[in-house]
Every structure is written in C-alpha cells, then in structure tokens.
C-alpha cells in the first residue's frame, strides 16, 4: 500500500518507528521475507517517502511515533536519491519475454535518472550517451546484467564529495522473488537463476547506502538462488558469496498454519507485542485497505475512459491530420499498399529469428555488421582538420565513437544545442561515394548554414548511412545539396516519410525512435498473425492506434506497449505511414518538416488526446 494514502486513514498502524531502526543499521543489505500482508511493500513505500530527496515529507511525518520518540528523526530525511523497482505484475511465459520485461523496467527507471540529473549538469556526455543507449535499444543480456550496477555507480557518483554514506542512493526492490517463481512455473529457472546472479551482483557498502528487498516467505523456501542462499523454516541464515555479503533477516516468519507470531520481529528493533486484538484489527484493516484499493481502482479505469472517450474539441486547428485519431482506416489514394505489403512479408519469413523486436529493427535498417560502409575514425579526424577556419567562431568536433557510429557536431557562435524540435533527416550514398558525398555535405552547411547541426555516419553499411539533426533553414539547404547530387544517392528506409531521397523523421521526447516504435508495431503484429496471408497494414496500424488511445483490454500486447508512448511519436508514426501509402514526398506545410519546438514539446508531454493543448495559428488540419 502506498502510505502517504494510508496515514490519513482511521485505521493507520504507525509502525514508522521502523525508519530509524533502518537508519541505524545503514550498511546493512537486507531481504525482508514474510507471509503475505504483512505490510512488507508498505515498509518499502514508507522507506521511499522518508529517504527520498525529490520530495519534501516533513509533514508527513511530523505527527507519527518516529517524531516524538527519536529527536533527530530528519537527519536522513529527504538526502538520497531513490531507485525503485516493482516486479509485483511480473507474468511472462518465456525467458525473451521475462528480459523484455525487464529491459522495460531498466529503460523507465534510467529515463526518470537521465531527467533527474542531466538538467543539473551531473551527468557527463560519455555516461549520457551510455544511458541513451540502454534507453533506446533493446539491450543485450550481458548489458542488462549491468544495467542495475551501473546506475547504481551513475547516481553515487553524480553527489560524490567524499566517500561519505550520504553519497549512495537508495535501492528498494518489491517482489524480485516473482521472477524466480514465474520463471521455475514457466520451465526457465536456469536462464533466471543466472540473469539474476549477475543482476543483484553488488556491493552495498561500496555502491549503496541501503539495499531493502521483499519477497513472500513461502515463495523464497527452496527457490532463491541455488547455492547462494539458504533457508531454514524458522530462521533464513546468512551465507557469504565470493563478491559480496548475502543477509536474510527473520524479520516477518510464515508457519504452515498460515497465523501470525505474536512477538513479530521489525528490522532490528525490539519485539512489538501483539495480542489476538491488534491481530484482528491488523486483519480487518487490510481487508478494509483491499476492498478499498479495488473501489479506487475501478474509479479511476472508468475515469480514464472517460478521460479519452471526450477526445478533442470540436472545430478547434490541429497540428496533423492525425490529432485526434480513434482508430486507423486507409485513405481512398493509395499508391504503395503493394509495395509496404511486400515489404512486411519479407520480413515475416524470417520471424523465427525474432527475438526480440530489435531483430526486427535490425532487419528493416538491413544492418550488416559484417560488411563494414567504408568510414573509419581517421576519415573524421581529416573532415574535422579540413573545417578549420571555413566559419569564424564555428567550431567542428566529433563527440563520440561508439561501435556503429562516428558523431560530429558543428556548433556556431550561439552555441547550437541539439533540440528535440531537429528534423532528422536519413541519406544513403552509393558507397563508391560515400567519402566524397558526407565531406562536401558537411562542408555545405557550414559554409551556407545559419545554425550548426548534429550529424552520424555508420561504420556498417545499412538503409540509413548518414543521419543529421537540422533545423528547417538548414534542412532546405541539405536538399539543395542533395538534389544537385542525386546520382549519389539510393533510396533509403522505404518505410519512412521522404522527400526525394530524404528520409525524414524526428527523436522523441520519450528517448524512443521511430524505426524502434516502428520495429516493435511489426513484432507485436507478428506475434497474432500465423502466416504472411494474414498480412493487413490498415488492421496493424488500427491496433497500434487503440493501443494508444487505451482502447484494447489490459492484456492486449498493443495497449501494453504503446499507451505510454507520447503523441508525438503517435503522430510522426501516422503522419509517416499516409505519406509512404500515398507514394507523394511530403508537402512544405507537412508537420513532419515543423522545426516548432513548443508544438514538439506539447505533443512529447502529453500522453492522451486531452493532455494536447492546440494551437489556433500556423498550424494545418482540423478535427472535423
């Protein structure tokens, strides 16, 4: 239970003086075990109101037993940065999906970090972009094993000034037993048992200053990791692994009888006393909590329907023809339906090797890691020294060399920062003339450019060699060049809007991408479909569209997948697909070509029709 909910009800047990007991023991990593309500998670979300330093809580505490009875009870008060993982709703059948899952959980909680920190200046490019890259890919295992580590490392060091236990954040985990039971349920306990030996592979006392995790007591017996812990009915023993310190404390206990002890022991406090009275009353308050929680619950679903069901006003000017949309129907000109059919069923015929819908990603971009496109480092320290002096006050510079990409940035005088608002524009050159075509490219626009630029090159060949972040003064003159040198280029990512040649789509404030939300439509779609027959681009595309509007059941993997997705990339998605079936370029007015940053930056915050506050000028199409 959420207890900031609980502390105004009338029958609120105030067992906060817990906290301090947590506190007192900070260098401790413990695993609370117990029967099932008994107040574990609420334990948890008391831990993450108290320590958490993006609230303030000071009222919320003020009036309980941990104030009056301990002084100094605000010394830990709101000074840590809090991670929080839930795995209560875990539920997959298969290991690809349990890492999926997870992937999802990592990706949410490093984007609530990113947000946190880069705005102050506590996060370094490097770790930015190692960040991005877990937020915009589907990881690999040994990246995900790593992923909790590391941000771990990212948040203690972002407040570093000594070695001080104020330093580390806190890590609260609710449930993480659920993946362990789930996984042995579904007859994949040894790929589990691994991924997670090497998940939870840290040291507390050198990365973090409190680690609590829950888990019911009959679900740990016989079940946490072989070999690592292990378990006695009455007491579960501490066990000491070759990197760090494992601590099961017997601070709730389960009998077969399924009753309650009457001396309960709470972290590492005295016993509470608990006669058959406070028993009952504990037992009708949780009953009292859950018939709650479910009238809540249901309030707020019908709530939420009705929230989307109202849609936008009416006669009121859009940014698209796609604000608004309820459902997908194809337009009466449709030129290339033949063309992205033909596309998909290529696609489908190797659904076997999918995975994972970063396959799929993979396959549209036709990356070919064994087939290098002919670009090297030094190919971009020679660019850089050849732009020296072209520009006074401009400066050229690479700013990362990953595996796939060289980076490059040309910042003018004012400084240019990359905007969410850039048109991203995709070229492919013939290979022969790959060098050639991206040196006199970049020289172009800073000869002729008004603001810098942000640009890519693969190091593999694939549909979409050259990438560029430009505004719209800048992408006119990037399809001057383009057109001067059209023989150079091949058509690239058929399914993308274009304009001749030019790919073009937009980042999202979400961290997502297009070919990536693209790439999980086509997985999802793959996976209800039992042959390429079946293939239909309108019922695709109407599942992602209800998905996103909430309008598909809880469970649909379209719902699951895309109703947190922004309307910004909903509409860069439609707006894309009626422009590839028109077989037309896209139009000066389209919305794609908008370097707006406020009309990108209200449809990237909102995450529902209603949420979108429409703009009356300059803007095309109306909800009729």
């Known amino acids: 239970m959420d207890f900031r909910k609980l502390t105004v009800q009338p029958e609120f047990v105030d067992t906060t003086l817990q906290i301090m007991r947590v506190v007192d023991n900070a260098r401790r990593w413990e695993v609370i075990a117990g029967s099932g309500h008994l107040g574990k998670t609420t334990l948890l979300s008391m831990l993450y109101y108290y320590f958490n330093e993006d609230l303030e809580t000071k009222e919320l505490f003020e009036n309980t037993r941990l104030a009056k009875e301990y002084p100094d009870w605000e010394k830990e008060l709101n000074k840590y940065i809090v991670l929080h993982l839930d795995f209560t709703d875990f539920d997959e059948r298969t290991f690809d999906k349990a890492m999926r899952y ?43 094993e790593w992923s909790l580590r590391g941000l771990l490392y990212l948040c203690r060091d972002s407040k570093r000034t000594s070695d001080s236990i104020e330093d580390r954040p806190v890590l609260l985990i609710d449930n993480i037993i659920k993946l362990e039971t789930k996984a042995r349920e579904y007859n994949y306990y040894p790929e589990m048992e691994k991924f997670l030996l090497q998940l939870l592979r840290f040291e507390p006392d050198k990365e973090c200053a409190y680690y609590f995790q829950v888990g019911d007591v009959d679900l740990v017996r016989g079940c946490w990791f072989s070999g690592q812990i292990s378990y006695h009915p009455d007491f579960v023993a501490p066990h000491s692994g070759d990197e760090c310190t494992w601590l099961f404390e017997n601070i709730f206990e389960c009998y077969d009888d399924c009753t309650i002890k009457e001396k309960m022991e709470i972290v590492h406090g005295n016993p509470i006393e608990m006669d058959q009275d406070m028993l009952r ?73 999918y995975k994972e819908y970063s396959d799929v990603y993979s396959k549209l971009q036709k990356l070919d890691k064994n087939n290098p496109s002919g670009w090297k480092e030094e190919d971009t320290d020679e660019l850089i020294a050849s732009c020296v002096g072209i520009r006074d006050g401009w400066k050229v510079s690479y700013h990362n060399r990953d595996y796939y990409w060289e980076y ?72 001057k060049f383009c057109d001067k040198r059209e023989n150079d280029l091949i058509d690239c990512l058929p399914l993308m809007a274009h304009r001749r040649k030019i790919a073009i789509s937009h980042d999202f404030m979400d961290l997502d991408t297009h070919n990536g939300i693209l790439a999980k439509i086509i997985y999802d779609y793959f996976q209800m479909i039992d042959d ?45 697909l009626n422009c590839v079936l028109s077989g037309k370029d896209l139009s000066d007015d389209s919305f794609i070509l908008s370097d707006d940053r406020e009309a990108w930056g209200n449809l990237g915050n909102a995450k529902c029709w209603n949420n979108v506050r429409p703009r009356k000028e300059n803007i095309e199409g109306k909800l009729a």
Request: charge should be positive.
């Open 102 to 144: 997870v992937n999802e959980k990592m990706k949410n909680l490093y984007i609530r970090i990113v947000q946190k920190l880069f705005p102050k200046g506590k996060l370094y490019r490097y770790d930015l972009e190692k960040c991005i890259d877990m937020i915009e890919k589907d990881v690999e295992i040994e990246a995900l």
């Open 281 to 353: 009353e504990m037992k009708d308050k949780h009953k009292k909590n859950q018939i709650e929680a479910e009238r809540v619950a249901k309030e707020q679903e019908e709530e939420r329907r009705r929230r989307y069901a109202a849609g936008l006003r009416q006669g009121v000017c859009m940014y698209s023809p796609s604000m608004g949309l309820r459902s997908y129907k194809m337009g009466m000109f449709i030129n290339n339906l033949k063309m992205v059919e033909s596309k998909l069923k290529r696609l489908y015929k190797d659904k076997d090797e």
């Open 408 to 479: 490059i940035d040309v910042s003018d005088p004012g400084n240019h920062n990359y905007s969410i608002s850039d048109i991203k524009a995709y070229i492919k050159p013939k290979k022969t003339e790959l060098k050639v075509f991206y040196n006199d490219c970049i020289k172009y626009l800073l000869e002729n450019g008004k603001e810098g630029f942000v640009t890519k090159i693969s190091k593999f060949d694939r549909e979409d060699v050259i990438c560029l972040w430009v505004r719209r003064y800048e992408f006119d003159l990037l399809e």
């Open 532 to 576: 390429e027959s079946q293939i239909d681009i309108e019922k695709m595309y109407d599942l992602f569209v209800k998905g996103w509007n909430a309008d598909l059941p809880a469970g649909n993997i379209f719902r699951k997948d895309f109703e947190r997705a922004s309307a910004q990339a909903f509409v860069m998605l439609i707006d894309s």
